[in-house]
């Protein structure tokens, strides 16, 4: 288990910011907007040595918060579990880690309350639950 507190606030420290999309530029990851399937908002990928996060473009509608707090998820897999490969999607799957969703999502929160007065808690069941909100169930 990380001590998730203490590896935000050392990157924050090292980067001298705590904005995701700061974070992700400076880390020499590539954010870009495409369609994705239905209910899931983010992802990560190695192509080349080259990292991307892949966002769906449905959340360019969404509040700052919410883009910078799947950002804030999938670059806490790229540090914490670099080889693990999932989807930052709403009520989980089996195949995906719960842990490290977990973790992913503590990371998010945690690196947020430096930029928002937000209570993690509300942040971590946004990525959790709300994604529901933002897209709208088709089949």
């Given at each position: ?76 897999h790229i540090i ?60």
């Amino acid at each position: 288990m990380y001590n998730i507190p203490l590896r935000v606030r050392n990157l924050i420290k090292r980067l001298d910011t705590s904005d995701p999309f700061s974070i992700a530029t400076s880390l020499n990851i590539a954010i870009i907007y495409g369609n994705t399937p239905n209910r899931v908002n983010g992802f990560w990928k190695r192509i080349l040595r080259r990292k991307y996060i892949g966002l769906d473009q449905r959340l360019s509608e969404a509040e700052e918060w919410q883009k910078k707090a799947v950002i804030a998820h999938e670059i806490a897999h790229i540090i914490l579990h670099p080889a693990y490969k999932s989807y930052c999607m709403a009520g989980r799957t089996v195949y995906a880690d719960s842990r490290k969703e977990d973790e992913a999502d503590e990371f998010a929160a945690e690196l947020l309350s430096y930029s928002y007065d937000i209570d993690k808690l509300y942040v971590i069941d946004f990525l959790q639950n709300s994604w529901k909100e933002i897209h709208n169930d088709q089949g």
